[in-house]
């Protein structure tokens, strides 16, 4: 993991906590280089209970929601955050939003990119930023996107998030990632989400399960917690691993 570089694209403040903290967090302890774009604070459509408060407005929402990504980056051992402050719901990604990707992309070159799985049968913000993250790291390997003052990408890892709803999403798991050190670490940044507390207990239930898929599938029994990612392309290699 050393030296790996990873961009994480998450569509709203706490996703990228929810469905990959314990693989930031892990990465970052081993000396790799993460970033995450969070594109919207999810004001509108991921922010109901904090909508219940008498006297609440899209700014003390946003203020609360900045809090709590902060606060759980910290946690994760995350700094390079950067906050794009889109609406959410929906979520308007045009082609300037696409040129500011690319320039992210190429700034970074990434060996990995992280974002939302394909389809998300409730959130279909979730499918538009897959479909940019997608878009715009094939935009980024290509010397005939001319973005003045960048560097043209070579061919990067993607993977997709594991969704909320698995089953409904038709969602396959690609890759298992072992987060059993560093799983109190995301069950710490999950609880800095108080407007969507229900998650917390269902993604602290969803690495027990990975972890035991995990265990199953490789044999090792050390692998106690996991998160899970589809494989956007095939693994390639001099053999079958």
Known sequence: MKGKKILVISAHAADYVWRAGGTIAKYLKHGGEVKVAVLSY??????????NSEGATAESVKEIRSQETRAAAKILGLSDI???????YPMPLDAGHEDRMVRVIRALQPDIIISHDKFDVLNPDHNRVSDFALRCSIMSNSNGVRIEGTKTTKQMRLFGFEPHQTELSGYVPGSFIDITEVYEQK???????????????YYTQRAFMRGNHAQRISGNKAYKYAESFANFFPVVGDELY
Do not use: P, T, Y
């Open 42 to 51: 999810g004001v509108r459509g991921e922010s109901n209970d904090l909508w």
């Open 82 to 88: 950067d906050f794009w402050d889109l609406d959410d």
């Open 187 to 201: 069950v710490q940044a999950m609880k800095c989400f108080k407007a969507q507390g229900h998650l917390i207990e």
